[in-house]
Every structure is written in structure tokens, then in C-alpha cells.
């Protein structure tokens, strides 16, 4: 049974940084790409960040280049959304989520992840 769990959410005044991690365990966690995902109050899920299955291909929606950096620990099972520059707009609740099929590039949309984690809110304040 495959398990994500994020961890790392919380309380920031805007221009601070946070660094949510998602743990997983269940599958080969070295051979499938990872996404992280975000739903702000009254809005749509949308895409934030991608990682391959190796960890040699990032993709990042245009509205957090240059802030935000997604990274893997194939050794640890764990992926990683680094958060720099926040801003009150990047309020939400994020997802870790898995890639259905293995060893791909990282997809965006949410229908190519077969596993979610719960989630964990982030608060910006400005």
C-alpha cells in the first residue's frame, strides 16, 4: 500500500521560506516521478512543481519559478518542495502526489498521479 506524507506546512510572513517534505513508502520510490500540487480556498487544484524519477528534470508552473525548488532523496524516499519569497497568494493547502507509470519525465496534470498524500496547509501572511 503506497503512503505519502507531507510534513513541513505552517505559519509565514510573506518573504519567508518553508520547506514542506513528503515521505513515501509502499513502492519503489526511486522509480517514479513526483509532483507536488496546491489547492487555495474556493479554487481549483493546480500544479506547482514536478521531479523525474531520477531527479534530473524539474518542471515548475510559472508562478513560483525562481522561488520554489522541488527536490528528491531517492536513498530516504522523500521529495521536497523548498519555498523562498512567499507571498500571501501562495496560501494553500499542498499535495505530494505520485506518478501512475514508472520512469517518466514528471507530469503536470493531476490525472497522471495515481497516489496523494493528505495534504499540508501553508499560511502566508502578509
Not at 516521478?33 to 479554487?43: E, T, V, Y
Not at 481549483?44 to 523525474?52: K, L, M, S
Amino acid at each position: 500500500q503506497v503512503q505519502l506524507v507531507e510534513s513541513g506546512g505552517g505559519l509565514v510572513q510573506a518573504g519567508g521560506s518553508l520547506r514542506l517534505s513528503c515521505a513515501a513508502s509502499g513502492r519503489t520510490f526511486r522509480n517514479y516521478a513526483m509532483g507536488w500540487f496546491r489547492q487555495a480556498p474556493g479554487k481549483e487544484r493546480e500544479f506547482v512543481a514536478a521531479i523525474n524519477w531520477s531527479g534530473g528534470r524539474t518542471y515548475s508552473a510559472e508562478f513560483v519559478k525562481g522561488r520554489f525548488t522541488i527536490s528528491r532523496d531517492n536513498a530516504a524516499n522523500t521529495v521536497y518542495l523548498q519555498m523562498n519569497s512567499l507571498k500571501p497568494e501562495d496560501t494553500a493547502v499542498y499535495y505530494c502526489a505520485g506518478d501512475r507509470d514508472p520512469y517518466r519525465a514528471g507530469p503536470k496534470a493531476s490525472f497522471e498521479y495515481e497516489y496523494w498524500g493528505r495534504g499540508t496547509l501553508v499560511t502566508v501572511s502578509s
